[in-house]
């Protein structure tokens, strides 16, 4: 697909001191922004210094509307089936950037509420800010990341299986463009409004979200632009108390900012509340792609029992109960434990494993 060129208007100059002022841009202009950042008109000092200062405060949710509308036009589409079924729909995507160094939490998640029956179109991405991004930890358990590059084998997979895995690189070939400044700018410790664009640009357009960020600050924010992308029913949420995680926590209290059918609304999940074990951050720090893929597959088997397995039960039942797959999240955490018990979690994963495993060379195989 063609990469729109930047609005003949735009005027550079005078972004740069807008930003710099904190100033924040309207939606058009943002629009505009994305495009000029994606097209590769811009030397990389100008995209860095721009970048670099909208990372100094939290953005609008009229910058970060603009932004992903600006990507969302340069992707492929990726059309899901019709039916009832289909149009409940979830992805699990997060924004990374959290450091609070859990194993992938969302990737078990989705995989877990396929398994209960849940579709599941997850976008994801190698590791950026952690050391084990979705496609790394997929990859790691044997399935097919390749497959995940390629529209036809998405559909096929979602199809079958009830869940597809997309990966943010190969969906949108113009974040190429800005990758170098991103990196540069992320050894200095910076996030930059890249961060929160992954969960906003699923090439599906999937009409349910579950989506951590990484600032309790921002749950309201995302919920709105999600609102305004056409999504109808979502939950992002933010472990609050310095926690740094993307996840709803067992460490404390998670904010959270509810969308459903155009209204938004904020509440607290706390895990006592559900009967859960609080659990300090330390219990469920992941590791590597083998290590996670490991945890992922000891929980799913029965082998992992305690915070690990809870942690995916709990966000499984915020998942389900947002997709209103269950009535509430106390039936969302049942229904979660028993897919897990009934063997059927474990059953998918080998599902996709063995129709997905990359073809070995001669007496190899995957080890996971």
Known sequence: MSVETPTPTLNIPACLQQACRQQPFSAAQAEALMRAFTCDSLPPA???????????????????????????????????????????TIDTCGTGGDGGQSFNVSTAVALLVAAAGLPVLKHGNRSVSSRSGSADVLAALGLNTDRHQQAESVKADFKQHGIGFCFAPDEKPALQAVAPVRQALGAQGL???????????????VPV??????????????AE?????????????SAEGGQGLDEISLAGPTRCSRLD??????????????GLRPAPLAAVRGGDAAFNARLIEGIFAGQVQGPPRDLVCLNAAAALWTAEASTSLADGLQLARATLDSGKALGLLQALRHSQAPACLPGERHHV
Do not use: W, Y
């Open 225 to 237: 632009v999600l609102h305004k992308l056409g999504t109808r029913r979502a939950l992002v949420v």
């Open 261 to 274: 059918q155009g209204q938004i609304r904020s509440l607290q999940i706390r895990p006592q509340d559900l």
């Open 46 to 88: 100008v995209v860095g210094a721009l970048l670099g200062a909208l990372a100094t405060r939290l953005p609008t949710v009229a910058e970060l509307t603009g932004f992903a509308r600006a990507l969302r036009q340069q992707m492929q589409p990726l059309t899901l089936p019709d039916g009832p079924r289909f149009a409940r």
């Open 191 to 205: 996030r930059t409004v890249f961060n929160l664009l992954g969960p906003l640009c699923n090439p599906a357009r």
């Open 209 to 222: 979200q579950l989506l951590g960020v990484f600032d309790p600050a921002l749950t309201d924010v995302l």
